[in-house]
């Protein structure tokens, strides 16, 4: 999305008025360039609420940047964007790497623009920095996907911690929601900690995975299970297809032993062939009925306003934590107490008062 | 466990030296107390060591205080025993009520016995200051257990918050351990947090279960399966047990759907019918394998040191916490917050801000 300021978009900047005279050439520039940036902003929101992609685009990259400067920036476009926002569905998607994610979105994603959505994909991989972007990253993939009028697909925002990554990405849900769409897939990879995030920003978790639950069920993180709203097994297709059908029978009957979801929801294991375009169609048809359901009982609602009390309290949280752990002072007795814990010499809670009195 | 002032024991007070003349009468009294509660200490901690089980059940006593004055009392105590802990098998046992934990215990700390054992029971219970003790509360439970030379019971210690709980029994076990006990039940009640305190202070996880997965599953909270390195279906006899041979093979199958526990260890199921002592030995087999396997690998005392240091961080987080939340104004703004939240006028991560600028 490099390119984006080549293209003719609403966009352009409305020329400011000729400065005075008497106001020195350097503050009229000064002048010139904040207004041009307050203009930029207003102009961006309004782009973005009329579903302009380029403009979508470009504020997510506000929104993802570093930059101190782009900071205020990027709370104009949330405070612009915000009263647009939460009109979507939200569907998080995991599985180990190979298990077909990006085939997955580029078939559930084109039927539901064909049955008249707008899809926005995003992806959580907080390990992109050093992968240089294993998910997302390569724009040959979701090759038809990518094509349509109707899907905005994203690549995933880097960071330095999975906090800031999150944030992030729960920011750009609000900017696509804002510009219309009405689908949000958000896709990670269910190795580390990132699925937990995703789980706690979507409204539906869809957990993929392949038949012979032997191997790769090494790759993925304990509890991850437990998460799923549905299990599709995919690449049930030719030989295949047998093994997918034992391994849903033996999911179902594990999912069974699970207590109920809150709201009494039941996950259920689904079979598909992404690539041959085959059961996506029930897999929506499962969405649906999950949504119809939570709309219903309240639990859609609910489950949002919780997971938004998760994100306030976290934040507070991990701040309060690494201001704590940022000092020196703090770091060099931490690590005097642990050793003393190790020999014997204290236990976890005196060490802590000892470090805590460092305050 | 309160007559044990009326009982010969030996925290015998000294007899401290007659104060002299010249100091005056209060001084001298205030004296006299100050060096009576210090040998107190010291022979409590002596006793403790010596296993004496009077002694044991005061200095836990003290530890449990929420008195400030028993404070440094406790502190004492526990630097006291601490050279002379950490050399047992911290055992953890949850499932809901009504699937015959006592009866269990009972039978298992009695086979325990027999074989050699010294046995401390403790219980997790946060709940227990409200439903006024609710596991181990009733002493005419665990009957037989209870007579055994070699075991102490030790009812729920009560607090104002699972942190609190949590602490006092890390510090119980301390104190059992240097008294000589060798295997530490650990009971609690799977129905609420507690239950991943006691995970993270035992050395292995053992879930108790009923036949027919249905409605027992209910209480149970969710996460708990997979935290759990045996499963035991109790009441595996008569007319129960074609069902228990079922639901074993369920869960077998359910527990390889997950991924396998650090240090490779497989969680297995068994069954048991506790109230007639049946497999009750092929479970302390089954526990000697794990620690034999975990001692040879290392695992065992990675997870105790890992587990140090879970609790280490984990107190002075809380504490982190609670000392920002306990303040007024934040809880005044926290309000405000979170009904803009709910509201659409803000997001979780700037309202954490807001919030967290008041500091």
Known sequence: MGKQSKHKSALQNKEG?????????TAASHLK???KKSIDINTLIAAVLEGNKVALSRAITIIESMASKHQEQAKQLIKGCLPKANQSIRIGITGVPGVGKS????SFG???????KKVAVLAVDPSSTLSKGSILGDKTRMESLVKEENAF???SASGDSLGGVARKTREAIILCEAAGFDTILIETVGVGQS???VHSMTDFFL????????????GIKRGIMEMADAIVINKADGENLKAAKIAKTEFNRALHLYPPKDGGWVPKTLLCSAIQNEGIDKIQELISDFIAEGTTKGNFQKKRNDQNKFWLLQTIENRLKSDFFSSEVIQKELKIQVAKIESQETTPFEAAETILELR
């Open 207 to 218: 957990l993929l995975k392949l038949a012979g639950a032997g191997d790769e069920l090494q």
């Open 103 to 106: 085939t997955f979105i580029e």
């Open 153 to 155: 697909i994203r690549p």
């Open 195 to 197: 699925e937990t995030a």
């Open 33 to 35: 360039e904040q207004r």
């Open 110 to 116: 084109t039927l539901l623009i064909k049955r008249g």
């Open 17 to 25: 008025v000729d400065a005075p005279d008497t106001i020195s050439k």
